[in-house]
């Protein structure tokens, strides 16, 4: 099963962007009011005396806020901390002119915000590391942008506010990796493989979509259950190879025509009361014979295709019960949910034994 990165929230992703980019620009109007002889928003050590300290309170608070917002009290006392802390740093970077240091302290100060909240460990070294390059980028970025004398001639106040809004889209961007998940890719080489036509529209290929279908839905919940995943994973490939076995059958038997084979029958009935002879009789008599095997062997398929559909129906249905077991895990514990899964399991390995039972019996009829 394959695995691939993957932004689980694209909404919140993007919204995330948008209040960093607003509150970047708020910071922008904000430099203007605090250093209005500075051509852009600089560095927080090139403010010095009493607005250093406030300004790198407020980048924090602002960019802090935007980038996790603090949605309980818990993470509104640690962005207080974290301005506070930048207010200190950025105060004693300007009084001491250590533009590096100050620089660096005022990037792992808003890489701790981008830490809150319930991080996988995979999620926060990623964040971790995009979030401190970025934001020394960002502090470098409106530097980059005087020297190539973007928005040089505008006003100040939009100068600064579209620099302040650049800084908050790379914050922002930081942030993509706070969505990052680890996807597995429930539909490998082998499923494709077996998935019917799209265009196909008999009760088989619809069943067997289904299945393919609900595996998917239910692959993407179970990454705490791998063990469940496998055997849905191999119950669905036994779905895919006994429906694609008798959709072959299918279009074998359907290459008789059994309305001819009735009319053939009649034909043959009739010439048999009709002949005088009773070689001829005879003859006719070995030609019924076979049409009747014939037709009795599509009732048999016809049969057989019937418990084949319902044999289907039993397990697309366990691996829908798989999937609401899996859906249950947001509203019962975890235990609770494995012994579900433990039972559901069972089914499947059944319903799996089941399939490859009647598909050796399909091998030996075909050979």
Sequence with gaps: ???SLAIDNHTAFQWSVLRTVA????LGLCHTVMAPSSSYVGQVVMLSGTWSWLYGATSLALLGAAAVPATDKKKALSLAGIAL???VVTSLGAHH???VPTMIAWSLLLTVQLLQ???SRGQALATAISGMLLSLGAQLLPEAMENQGVLLHQPLWISNAVAGGCVGLLVGASTVTRHLILRHEPIDAELRGLLPSPSANDELSTLIQQA???YQETAESLDEHPGARVAAEQLVKKIGRFGKRWQDIESQAQKSDRSKLDERKKDLQARIQAASDDSVRSEYSRALTAIDEQ???LDEIAKGRERAVARLHHQVATLERLRLAAVRHRS??????SEDLKTVVEDLNQAGQELDTASEVLSELSH
């Design 1 to 3: 099963m394959k695995r």
């Design 23 to 26: 509150a970047g620009t708020v």
């Design 85 to 87: 802390l930048g207010a």
């Design 97 to 99: 002119g250590a533009v």
């Design 117 to 119: 909240g319930g991080l």
């Design 212 to 214: 393919f279908s609900t």
């Design 295 to 297: 037709l009795a062997y």
């Design 332 to 337: 019962v514990g975890a235990a609770k949910l």
